[in-house]
T-cell receptor
Framework: GAVVSQHPSWVICKSGTSVKIECRSL??????MFWYRQFPKQSLMLMAT?????????EQGVEKDKFLINHASLTLSTLTVTSAHPEDSSFYIC???????????FGDGTRLSIL | TQLLEQSPQFLSIQEGENLTVYCNSS?????LQWYRQEPGEGPVLLVT?????EVKKLKRLTFQFGDARKDSSLHITAAQPGDTGLYLC????????????FGQGTELSVKP
């Protein structure tokens, strides 16, 4: 069964709205979670590493003020897309792994559409 | 910058044919994962390989990790329409906090 739950699966909202996406690890504690963005027919692009109890580590070119990450507990990380615009429309996927070991297990993704 | 070159990026074959997907890098990985992804869903783990030279089989899928742990291949025997999807390889570099480096993906279409 699924080991990572992501919610919501689909969001449509107006430009300027902030959108929060949740990622939960099921039945295990994940000190580290990862957030990815994926464009159609392309591979996953790592946006940031979410660390429980500390600041997220963002990849080069990813705006930390635009994509706010909070990892407040060992089973929950959230990604908030602030003041979203149409160019933020994409498929966002999170992953989590058991501490210190691979592999990463992925959520089912969130399709974000900004009108 | 660590890269994982995956090829081919697109593959359209007839049911019953065999195929191989390759992932190559100049970097050494502590492990390498293969995932399969269907439209609108997250990637699903197929296999993890850890040891250089390791071969793992999953029904009609055979995965190989290179001796130097820099490359890997996925071979599918007698492909079926249900194998259609996006196949992703992902290598885990040493000392990078569990990050994965993804290949570009292989979009496989198996026609009946």
């Amino acid at each position: 069964g699924a080991v990572v739950s992501q919610h919501p699966s689909w969001v449509i909202c107006k430009s300027g709205t902030s959108v929060k996406i949740e990622c939960r690890s099921l039945d295990f504690q994940a000190t580290t979670m990862f957030w990815y963005r994926q464009f159609p027919k392309q591979s996953l692009m790592l946006m940031a590493t979410s660390n429980e109890g500390s600041k997220a580590t963002y990849e080069q070119g990813v705006e930390k003020d635009k994509f706010l990450i909070n990892h407040a507990s060992l089973t929950l990380s959230t990604l908030t897309v602030t003041s979203a615009h149409p160019e933020d429309s994409s498929f966002y996927i999170c992953s989590a792994r058991w501490p210190g070991v691979q592999p990463q297990h992925f959520g089912d993704g969130t399709r974000l559409s900004i009108l | 910058t660590q890269l994982l070159e995956q090829s081919p990026q697109f593959l359209s074959i007839q049911e019953g044919e065999n195929l191989t997907v390759y992932c190559n890098s100049s970097s050494v990985f502590s492990s390498l994962q293969w995932y399969r992804q269907e439209p609108g869903e997250g990637p699903v783990l197929l296999v993890t390989v850890v040891t250089g030279g390791e071969v793992k089989k999953l029904k009609r899928l055979t995965f190989q990790f290179g001796d130097a742990r820099k490359d890997s291949s996925l071979h599918i025997t007698a492909a079926q329409p249900g194998d259609t999807g996006l196949y992703l390889c992902a290598g885990a570099p040493y000392n990078q906090g569990g990050k994965l480096i993804f290949g570009q993906g292989t979009e496989l279409s198996v026609k009946p």
